[in-house]
C-alpha cells in the first residue's frame, strides 16, 4: 500500500480554497447569465464581475478599468509583450534570462535582449542598464522566479528603467515595465505604484484560486493590440464572454492569499528553515540554489551532484512524496533548465536539482517526511 502524499509542489499548482469555490458555485447554476446581455439579471451579474475586478484593483492599488480578466498568467503575458511589441516594428524588449517561458517564448519572437542574473539569481542591473537603448519599448522582469525561488529587485529595475526615459533621445518610442507575478501573489506586496510596473500579470492557479483564470494589469492610458478580435469585453483586449465563476473565484483567491500573507510567511519561514537545516545535516554535498536573503518562503531548490532528478522524483513519488525537477509548464522539456544554465549551472548539475514547494497544508511532519525518504536515496 502507498504512503499518504506529501504535496511538496505547490509552485506548480494549489488546491482550490473551499471559500472560492463557494464563492463560483452560484454562477454556475442560477446565475449563469451572460454579463454582457441587457436584462435585469445579466446585469446583476455584471455588478458582480465588476465587484470582482474591483476588489483585484484593490491589492494592487489600481483603479478597476485597469484590471484584464484572463485565462491565466501565460495569456496575461502574451497579451502584454504582444500587445505591445506589435505597435512598434522596430523596437526591442529586454527581459531577465530566467523568465517563465510565457514570457521567453513570446519575447523571442522579436528583438529579444536577455540580461544576466547573478549565481543567486537576482537580476544584473548594470546589465539591464546596458541592453536597454532608444528602440527598446519593454522591459519584463518576473517578480520571484518559480525554479528557485529567487525575489527579483523589481523597485531597483523600476529606478533603472525611470533614467532611461529620462535619457531618451526620441520621445515617439515608450518604454513599458512589465512583471510577471504569478509565484509572488501569495507572499508579496502587489502595489504597482510602489513597484513602478506599467503591467503585471496573475494566476487564479497558484493562490488556491481556479486554474485558467488570472489578471493582467493595463496601467491607464497604455493601448494594447488585442490577440482576439471579438465582442470587445475586457476594454476591447480580451474578446469573449467572460469566465465570471472564475473570474470571481480568483478574485477571491486573491483576497485571501494578500489578506494572510504575512501570517503566511512567518509560518512558511520556519518550515523553510527547518527543511534546509536537515538536509544541510543528512545530505553531504548538498547544495542550495538561489538567493537566501531574497527568497520565498515557500521554496526550496537543491542540487544533488551525482544523482539524476527523474530517478529520485519517481523514487519520492514511489515513497508518497511529490516534489519537482522544475518549472511544471517545461516539465517534458529534455534540456536542462534555463534557470540553472543562467546562473551557472552545468548540464550533469542542472539534472541533478530538484525543487521542493510547500503551501497552506505543509506541516512539519511533511519537512521530516520529504528529508527522510530524500536521505535515504543519495
Request: glycine content about 8%; aromatic content about 6%; proline content about 4%.
Amino acid at each position: 500500500m502507498k504512503s499518504p502524499i506529501t504535496y511538496l509542489d505547490y509552485a506548480a499548482a494549489t488546491p482550490i480554497d473551499d471559500s472560492v469555490l463557494d464563492a463560483m458555485q452560484p454562477y454556475f447554476s442560477n446565475a449563469f447569465y451572460n454579463p454582457s446581455a441587457t436584462y435585469l439579471r445579466a446585469s446583476e451579474v455584471r455588478k458582480d464581475l465588476e465587484a470582482a475586478r474591483a476588489k483585484v484593483a484593490y491589492w494592487l492599488g489600481a483603479r478597476p478599468s485597469e484590471i484584464i480578466f484572463t485565462a491565466g498568467a501565460t495569456e496575461a503575458n502574451n497579451i502584454a509583450i504582444h500587445g505591445i511589441m506589435r505597435q512598434y516594428p522596430i523596437g526591442n524588449i529586454v527581459i531577465s534570462g530566467i523568465e517563465h517561458e510565457s514570457v521567453l517564448v513570446p519575447a523571442r519572437r522579436y528583438e529579444c535582449r536577455e540580461a544576466k542574473v547573478g549565481p543567486d539569481g537576482r537580476l544584473d542591473l548594470g546589465d539591464l542598464e546596458r541592453l536597454i537603448d532608444d528602440n527598446t519599448v519593454l522591459v519584463s522582469v518576473m517578480y520571484a522566479n518559480n525554479e528557485i525561488g529567487t525575489i527579483e529587485p523589481i523597485r531597483e529595475a523600476y529606478k533603472v528603467i525611470s533614467e532611461k526615459r529620462k535619457d531618451r533621445k526620441s520621445s515617439s518610442v515608450p518604454l513599458f515595465f512589465h512583471t510577471d507575478a504569478t509565484q509572488g501573489a501569495n507572499y508579496m506586496d502587489l502595489h504597482v505604484a510602489r513597484l513602478g510596473v506599467d503591467l503585471m500579470s496573475l494566476n487564479g492557479g497558484k493562490i488556491y484560486g481556479p486554474k485558467q483564470t488570472g489578471a493582467l494589469y493595463v496601467k491607464g492610458g497604455i493601448t494594447l493590440q488585442p490577440l482576439i478580435d471579438g465582442g470587445g469585453q475586457e476594454r476591447g483586449i480580451r474578446s469573449g464572454t467572460e469566465n465570471v465563476a472564475g473570474d470571481i473565484g480568483f478574485a477571491k483567491a486573491l483576497d485571501l492569499v494578500q489578506s494572510s500573507r504575512h501570517d503566511e510567511i512567518n509560518r512558511l519561514s520556519e518550515l523553510q528553515k527547518k527543511f534546509l537545516d536537515l538536509v544541510e545535516k543528512s545530505i553531504p554535498n548538498v547544495e542550495i540554489n538561489g538567493s537566501l536573503k531574497h527568497r520565498l518562503p515557500n521554496n526550496v531548490h537543491l542540487t544533488l551532484p551525482g544523482f539524476d532528478n527523474e530517478r529520485l522524483l519517481m523514487e519520492l513519488d514511489e515513497a508518497g512524496v511529490i516534489a519537482a525537477a522544475g518549472s511544471a509548464c517545461s516539465a517534458s522539456n529534455i534540456e536542462p533548465s534555463h534557470v540553472l544554465k543562467a546562473i551557472g549551472k552545468s548540464d550533469a548539475e542542472a539534472r541533478a536539482s530538484l525543487r521542493f514547494t510547500f503551501g497552506r497544508f505543509t506541516t512539519e511532519n511533511d519537512i521530516d517526511k520529504a528529508v527522510f525518504e530524500l536521505d535515504k536515496l543519495k
